[in-house]
């Protein structure tokens, strides 16, 4: 399965890549932790991120476990961040432009482009399945990563 996500700042996705963890709304928190529950055993819940008004999506990853209901992580910054958290495996880490992927079409939002996503907002497969081979094939040597914050 795979889903949209969407910061509203990128230090917390830098902090979500030093420390292998993600949190979303309350409301984002249940789709997903719901998602990985019923898809145990059947294939890898992939999280597409990118921080609002950059233009970009900056990385991949994979949802490695449940929504952790108990954990205490104060590491996020603004005001929708809550203490429970999943584990996180990046797949990709760097900058596809939306211009390289506004041609995938979000079936499940109105025929909207996937630029046009909210967060955790499911793809359909075929959808996922574009999105990840334009991170694959695309050549950045841009990314977070590179820009010296971590």
Not at 67 to 92: N, P, T, Y
Not at 107 to 136: C, I, W
Request: one cysteine or more.
């Amino acid at each position: 399965r795979f889903f949209i996500i969407k910061s509203d700042n990128e230090t917390n996705v830098y902090s979500a890549l030093k420390w292998g963890v993600w949190t979303s709304s309350e409301k984002g928190n249940l789709r997903l932790d719901a998602a990985i529950r019923s898809n145990y055993g059947l294939g890898q819940v992939l999280l597409f991120f990118s921080v609002t008004g950059t233009g970009k999506f900056c990385a991949v990853a994979e949802m490695a476990s449940t929504v952790d209901q108990e954990a205490q992580l104060s590491i996020w910054v603004g005001g929708r961040r809550g203490c429970r958290r999943f584990d996180v495996k990046w797949v990709f880490v760097k900058d596809v432009p939306m211009s390289r992927l506004r041609h995938i079409i979000v079936a499940n939002n109105e025929g909207r482009d996937v630029t046009h996503s909210r967060d955790t907002q499911e793809l359909y497969p075929q959808a996922g399945f574009q999105m990840l081979e334009a991170f694959n094939s695309f050549r950045s040597s841009t990314g977070m990563l590179h820009s010296g914050q971590m």
